[in-house]
């Protein structure tokens, strides 16, 4: 069985893409037959000699159908979006969703595998919902060389699948900052130093909050250059993600400096220094 790392989203992933397009085309015209479980998803006859009140329980199964029809659909068009290499910023919210969507499947699973069960009768007349289950398990497939089987092996499938928008969510997430960050830099490329001066004297709460984030964000981004070979949006590759690691870091120095954390203030500066003398990309 090959160890997990070896597996590159960068590289295989992307070579699900012609089996997730003909297996769609199969999709509409098997759609199967309920079975005997939507049954379950019937609402139970009132009894006239007894008052029953139902409890929350009583309608986990119809909210889990529900929410997970709904949710399929956001799904797939984060997978369309990621099969595209679209880490835009405005894919931002699409990502969320879809990886939301994601850790639906995995909630149920892991919380209850009989309603999972149950709810098969639903994802196998559903062709979104059977369609993520196939990315899912095609995704468990290539890393692992077999389709899952048990329920744990599909809980692993489903949790492979959410780190691919984890990682989509990451990206599209530096691509925000990117653009986040410009209000703070003058036309001609430096710092504007002024502004942030006035904005930190007057306590900014929305610098503070940008600032909170951009460490974040700059963290994610040295990941990813160590990494070498990634692409954030379409034609943004190394040098352009070192451009934002130098401004970001240079920002996050200026700052710290100001309220007088020489620590970070200091720790800032030396990224600023290394990456604005060298262009340390590993392609």
């Known amino acids: 069985m090959p160890e997990i790392d070896d597996f590159s989203f960068d590289d295989d992933l992307f ?4 089996e997730i397009e003909e297996k769609k085309q199969k999709v509409t015209d098997k759609i199967q037959k309920p079975d005997e479980y939507i049954d379950d998803f019937k609402p ?48 931002l919210p699409i990502y969320l969703e879809a990886l939301n969507g994601v ?22 007349a559903d062709p979104d919902c059977q369609e993520v289950e196939n990315i899912a398990f095609n995704l468990y497939k290539k890393i692992f060389g077999n389709e899952p089987e048990s329920d ?6 489903f949790e492979k699948f959410s780190a691919l928008f984890k990682d989509a ?3 599209a ?4 900052s990117m653009k986040d960050i410009k209000k703070y830099f003058l036309l001609s490329g430096g710092l504007d130093e002024i502004k942030v001066s006035q904005l930190v004297a007057s306590n900014d709460q929305e610098l503070k909050k940008d600032i909170s984030n951009l460490q974040r964000y700059i963290a994610l981004g ?21 451009n934002y690691v130098v401004r970001g870091s240079q920002l996050l120095a200026y700052y710290y400096k100001l309220i007088k954390n020489e620590r970070l203030a200091d720790y800032y500066a030396r990224i600023n220094s290394i990456y604005s003398k060298y262009f340390v990309v590993k392609d």
């Open 44 to 91: 139970e006859k009132e009894s006239t000699d007894t008052i029953h009140k139902r409890s929350s329980r009583d309608f986990h199964p119809d909210m889990d159908a529900l929410l997970i029809t709904a949710q399929s659909s956001m799904i797939i068009e984060g997978m369309k979006k990621y099969t595209e290499r679209d880490f835009s910023s405005g894919n």
């Open 15 to 18: 070579k699900l893409d012609d």
């Open 103 to 124: 850790n639906l499947y995995i909630k149920i699973l892991d919380r209850n595998p009989k309603n999972y069960h149950k709810l098969k009768a639903v994802i196998n």
């Open 222 to 242: 040295l990941a990813y250059i160590q990494k070498g070979n990634v692409e954030i949006i379409k034609g943004l590759r190394g040098r352009d993600l070192n």
């Open 173 to 176: 997430t530096i691509a925000t």
């Open 152 to 157: 744990q092996e599909k809980l692993v499938a």
């Open 169 to 171: 969510v990451n990206r």
